[in-house]
């Protein structure tokens, strides 16, 4: 199916990247405007307002484009799963992970004109105890650090991240992780377990480095018992993916799985508090359709 010159939907969500999708989209309306698009702005005040905007748009025969973070493009890419609508990208938060990974340029301009272009590629979807994830699942040490980084409003850009990280280690004791594939039951003592669809989390942070967005299963990282210092040590190499050749980090590849561990911890994805633990994951293949540049521009 041909999505060029369909009308588009941009949500924009105003508060998202502390108002840079605001400041944003006069520019994002001129791009759109020069290529004489059909669209209109819809303005979003939350991840279920705009989920329902989204597919009213669907329903009437437009392509939705989400202007914001990770958060509202997960929300909004999980429930359009299934759907031969496919879903647009204009990079408008902090983390912006997703559009990174597929090669969406943070440059307004670049975005819409991939838009415009009406190339899609199928993705797949993740799922967690019944919710859809576009990007990483992660909990322990990870999900602590992503809800402390959610509270902290002074910084931007991946420095958000590397503070979070920083706080959430003052008080870090290691957890208990016990992890589920079929038969197979695995026991870890550790920081994290990350259940990774995609590549990059926490702006521009490679946690799975291997991971593809369409083979069917997760990249599974888990990041065992070490001392802090070395913890911290390591945290700069996880911007380049090569964390992955330390003893302490383990990847394997599921497209099913059970996670539970010793403490309640909140399943964190696309920045979103998800779920909480135990939790059942599995992978739905290829089942978002997204426009993006071909994969060799990626």
């Not at 429930?79 to 408008?92: F, H, K, N, R, Y």
């Not at 490679?206 to 911290?232: H, K, S």
């Not at 380049?240 to 539970?260: I, M, P």
Request: include cysteine; charged fraction near 20%; charge should be negative.
């Amino acid at each position: 199916m041909d999505f060029e010159g369909m009308p588009l939907a941009v949500l924009v969500n105003p508060s998202s990247g502390g108002g840079r999708a605001l400041k944003l989209l006069p520019r994002v309306e001129q791009a759109l405007d020069t290529a004489r698009a059909t669209f209109r702005v819809l303005r979003t005040t939350g991840l279920e307002q705009g989920v329902e905007q989204a597919l009213r748009a669907v329903e009437a025969g437009e392509i939705p484009v989400v202007m914001s973070g990770d958060g509202l493009v997960g929300a909004v890419g999980g429930a359009m799963s299934g759907a031969e609508t496919p879903l647009g990208i204009v990079p408008g938060g902090r983390g912006n992970d997703l559009a990174r990974v597929l090669g969406i340029s943070s440059e307004p301009e670049a975005a819409v004109a991939t838009v415009l272009a009406g190339e899609t590629r199928r993705i797949d979807v993740g799922e967690a105890n019944g919710k859809r994830f576009l990007g990483i699942a992660s909990f322990g040490f990870d999900s602590e650090a992503n809800r402390l980084a959610n509270e902290t409003h002074f910084l931007r850009g991946n420095l958000v991240y590397a503070y979070a990280a920083l706080r959430a280690l003052a008080s870090w004791k290691p957890a208990r992780f016990t992890i589920a594939v079929g038969e197979e039951r695995a026991r870890l003592s550790g920081y994290s377990v990350c259940v990774a669809n995609s590549r990059a989390y926490g702006g521009g942070m490679y946690i799975a480095p291997a991971a593809e967005l369409d083979d069917g299963e997760f990249d599974v990282v888990t990041i065992g018992e070490v001392g802090r210092l070395r913890f911290v040590s390591n945290l700069p190499r996880v911007f380049k993916g090569t964390h992955v050749e330390s003893d302490e980090v383990r990847v394997f590849r599921a497209s099913h799985l059970e996670v539970s561990a010793s403490k309640p911890f909140a399943v964190y994805a696309d920045g979103e508090h998800l779920t909480d633990l135990p939790a059942s994951l599995r992978v739905l293949p290829r089942a978002l359709n997204i426009l993006a540049p071909p994969q060799g521009d990626a």
